[in-house]
T-cell receptor
Framework: EPEVTQTPSHQVTQMGQEVILRCVPI?????FYWYRQILGQKVEFLVSFYNNEISEKSEIFDDQFSVERPDGSNFTLKIRSTKLEDSAMYFC?????????????FGEGSRLTVL | AQSVAQPEDQVNVAEGNPLTVKCTYS??????LFWYVQYPNRGLQFLLKYITGDNLVKGSYGFEAEFNKSQTSFHLKKPSALVSDSALYFCAVRDYGGSQGNLIFGKGTKLSVKP
């Protein structure tokens, strides 16, 4: 069964450092997302991406965050200068689009720890 | 604005007993409703969805959910709980007429099934 894969599974970084989280969505999907979950709590929407551009973003997704799809397969989330409060589990998800039955498929997540 | 409420932080059930995890929603258009499950240190797994049609939908692992438009609810149910059902459950909604596939999640309900 196709799946969304994420790397790394866990990253530890110093405050102020740049971090890139990587995702490989399901190959025929058209919409891509990043969500964040702090300490097993609520899953918060960060950003959605379609047709090589951001289609929607939340208030959390400020200028420190960026996304791109550099090579047609990877979908990355960059945090330019990490803060302590960026420590969370980051989930990538993909969605087929107009012909889909509607659910998002999630990866296993990347745990980011900022020290 | 669309939103989802899960009024219970935790639900405790004895193995073999029926379980219900509650969810109510608020959307501007027709709702697409979803339930996801998260096991410890894992990603979100899709359980079931309501798009249209029968109000009672069946999903994975013996779970089902009942859509009630008048009460704007989409409660998750299972006739006989298993210890292995213990996990974090998230209700989510997408406004079909809204953004491109993005899901808005409730805060999650921790289900604990005791032997």
């Amino acid at each position: 069964e196709p799946e969304v894969t994420q790397t790394p599974s866990h990253q530890v970084t110093q405050m102020g450092q740049e971090v890139i989280l990587r995702c490989v969505p399901i190959s025929n999907h058209l919409y891509f997302y990043w969500y964040r979950q702090i300490l097993g709590q609520k899953v918060e929407f960060l950003v959605s991406f379609y047709n090589n551009e951001i289609s929607e973003k939340s208030e959390i997704f400020d200028d420190q965050f960026s996304v791109e799809r550099p090579d047609g397969s990877n979908f990355t989330l960059k945090i330019r200068s990490t803060k302590l409060e960026d420590s969370a589990m980051y989930f990538c998800a993909s969605y087929q689009g107009s012909r889909s039955t509607g659910e998002l498929f999630f990866g296993e997540g990347s745990r980011l720890t900022v020290l | 604005a669309q939103s989802v409420a899960q009024p219970e932080d935790q639900v405790n059930v004895a193995e073999g007993n029926p379980l219900t995890v509650k969810c109510t929603y608020s959307v501007s258009g027709n709702p697409y409703l979803f339930w996801y499950v998260q096991y410890p240190n894992r990603g979100l797994q899709f359980l079931l969805k309501y798009i249209t049609g029968d109000n009672l939908v069946k999903g994975s692992y013996g779970f089902e959910a009942e859509f009630n438009k008048s009460q704007t609810s989409f409660h998750l149910k299972k006739p006989s709980a298993l210890v292995s059902d213990s996990a974090l459950y998230f209700c989510a909604v997408r406004d079909y007429g809204g953004s491109q596939g993005n899901l808005i999640f409730g805060k999650g309900t921790k289900l604990s099934v005791k032997p």
